[in-house]
């Protein structure tokens, strides 16, 4: 493979042992409209010791500039270490837009919606103007929390203070409306928008799916074929999963069917998978186990988990007990294909065999992970926790709970 230019430029900086210049090219990479690229991050840090050795260097660097502690923080972020980013980030004495927004972009890409929107706000607070990276990271989180007052709040505030409103702030936007159950709103500024990429389009047919309008999503994806709007994975992914979340199981498999010959795109785990539950919803969990083993390659844990999981909703014991045996051939027996096999032994009432697969849980030290629900209330986002007793409304709670289960018995 013939090397890019940059890629030539970061192997001659190694070779010259100018690390410091590496990191630094790599930051520069993240800012500019090129962007890095997979093969730019093993050169820059896997021959010097992955981010611990970036660390190092910048631990011994004599002087430190914003773009050095920024090009830290992105090496943690990068890698998912979003504890070590926030304390570096915390100890910089000078902070830009920049730094901010690499936090809140690592938040929200790592799975701390909630993190992330606390941090654009304190970053509002200190008079830091938006740009187009934190905003669409705080739009993200709003849509993982559902928070929607907070999330049109961020679109008004990029309206009126000229942030660059392009089709990667539409998308995020059109996502987290449908996400906050908010069809009309995403359709409206679907239909305002002067550029629309195949992103744009999949983030609507998912949508719609996930909200129950599969025959929109169909109809949709009709739209994007005559318009000849470039199609991928995604964009099968996303009307299989349209199809299956409104039950148009025949709508499904035709598309299933013509994936390869019509749409050009070969199936891949994810598709079979989305199969499986589609036929699995419809009651047709035979036809999914058949699926399953007539898979081209050796069937994965993703495809056994899905028949499991459909095995729950048809209450069928004698085909979860198949998909159990062959999680555990693939060693991917976790907490909560335990728990599954549990529910459905609980629903036949099988309950020395609910007891046996609690035992086994324990025995081997598996624990259910903590529930927990987030509710937005007055734009301020609430996490609740399943056994937390220190949230300073809880006695509240409790008294509305009491109330509500007396009022429910003196309804009877």
Known sequence: MQKRPFDSHLSNLERSRRTELVILCLWRSMTSCRGPTQTDYPLGTKKFGYVARARELFNNMPKRDLVSWNSMISGYTHT????????????????????????????ARHGHPTEALNLFQKMLFHGIRADKVSVVGAIQSCGELGALDQGRWIHVCVEKNDIICDVVVQTALLDMYMKCGRVNDAHRLFNSMLQKNFVS????????????????????????????????????????????????????????????????????????????????????????????????????????????????????????????????????????????????????????????????????????????SVIEVDGAVHEFFNGDGTLFCMKGLDVVIWSLSKMLNFSR
Not at 344 to 372: C, F, N, P, Q, Y
């Open 80 to 107: 998912g270490d979003m504890v070590l980013a926030r304390e570096l980030f915390e100890e910089m004495a000078e902070k830009n837009v920049i730094s901010w927004s690499i936090m809140i972009d690592g938040y």
């Open 201 to 372: 389009w999949n983030v609507m047919i998912v949508g719609l799916g996930m909200n129950g309008h599969g025959n929109e999503a169909l109809k949709l994806f009709a739209q994007m074929r005559e318009q000849g709007i470039l199609m991928d994975d995604l964009t099968l992914l996303g009307i299989l999963s349209a199809c299956n979340h409104a039950g148009l199981v025949n709508e499904g498999l035709q598309i299933f069917v013509k994936m390869e010959n019509t749409y050009g795109i070969e199936p891949k785990v994810e598709h079979y998978s989305c199969l499986v539950d589609l036929l699995s919803r419809a009651g047709r969990i035979r036809e999914a186990k058949t699926v399953i083993e007539t898979f081209p390659v050796k069937a994965d844990s993703t495809l056994w988990g899905s028949l499991l999981a459909a095995c729950r909703t048809t209450n069928n014991l004698v085909i979860a007990e198949v998909a159990l045996e062959r999680l555990v051939e693939l060693k991917a027996d976790d907490c909560g294909v335990y728990v599954l096999m549990s529910n459905i032994h609980a629903e036949k009432g099988m309950w020395e065999e609910v007891l046996s697969i609690r035992r086994l849980m324990t025995d081997r030290g598996m624990k259910k992970g903590t529930g927990r």
